[in-house]
């Protein structure tokens, strides 16, 4: 069974522009999870969505924004992207909601200049 | 905020010899924890994870304790290899849904 798959692996975009990243989960799993991971805050929640909607939001600006479609494919966007933004964007994916057992996938690598 | 990340401790331990990697969690209601490990380049990988209702739980190579008076976790690697040199987190989950909680994480380095 394939994993986590993230899209894509490495981007580098100018202060101010947009960025869109994608995530499909492991086949079967139902939930998506957004974190962001910077030397300087570790590894933070941004968002998790299942059945299309948005459950749960972490403490980030409302710059962050992500959607999940019907296949349980998730993307987030980051709108005004600011230097601190640069970091290591991961997805994981778990069967449900509350569920157990979250598989990360290997993660965008966002580079602002 | 929840998580952060600044110098992280570093274990190192000989090839072969047991190590143990210990994490304070922060919610006395968190009711599930998981532990992962991190190589460079790669996203986190599931380890093991633990429910609030038990204090140990064993996996190949692996042993997850937790002590929830102290809001303590550890996890146990038995004969340490070179392949286990990576990072190591723990996460807490302490509301319904998938929301994890990172602790800072802890470097392990082995040593041949």
């Known amino acids: 069974k394939a994993g986590v798959t993230q899209t894509p692996r490495y981007l580098i975009k100018t202060r101010g522009q947009q960025v869109t990243l994608s995530c499909s989960p492991i086949?079967?799993?139902?939930?998506v999870s957004w974190y962001q991971q910077t030397p300087g805050q570790g590894l933070q929640f941004l968002f998790e969505y299942f059945s299309e909607t948005q459950r749960n939001k972490g403490n980030f600006p409302g710059r962050f924004s992500g959607r999940q479609f019907s296949n349980s494919r998730s993307e987030m966007n980051v709108s005004t992207l600011e230097l601190g933004d640069s970091a290591l964007y991961l997805c994981?994916?778990?069967?449900?909601?509350?569920?157990?057992?979250?598989?990360f996938g290997p993660g965008t690598r966002l580079t602002v200049t | 905020g929840e998580s952060v990340g600044l110098h992280l401790p570093t274990l190192s331990v000989q090839e072969g010899d047991n190590s143990i990697i210990n994490c304070a969690y922060s919610?006395?209601?968190?009711?599930?924890f998981i532990w992962y490990k991190q190589e460079s380049g790669k996203g986190p990988q599931f380890i093991i994870d633990i429910r609030s209702n038990m204090d140990k739980r064993q996996g190949q190579r692996v042993t997850v304790l937790l002590n929830k008076t102290v809001k303590h976790l550890s996890l146990q690697i038995a004969a340490t290899q070179p392949g286990d040199s990576a990072v190591y987190f723990c996460?807490?989950?302490?509301?319904?849904?998938?929301?994890?909680?990172f602790g800072a994480g802890t470097i392990l380095r082995v040593k041949s």
């Open positions: 994981a994916s778990s069967l449900a909601e509350g569920g157990d057992e979250q598989y």
């Open positions: 086949s079967g799993h139902r939930s």
């Open positions: 919610n006395s209601a968190s009711d599930y």
């Open positions: 996460a807490e989950r302490y509301e319904y849904g998938n929301k994890l909680v």
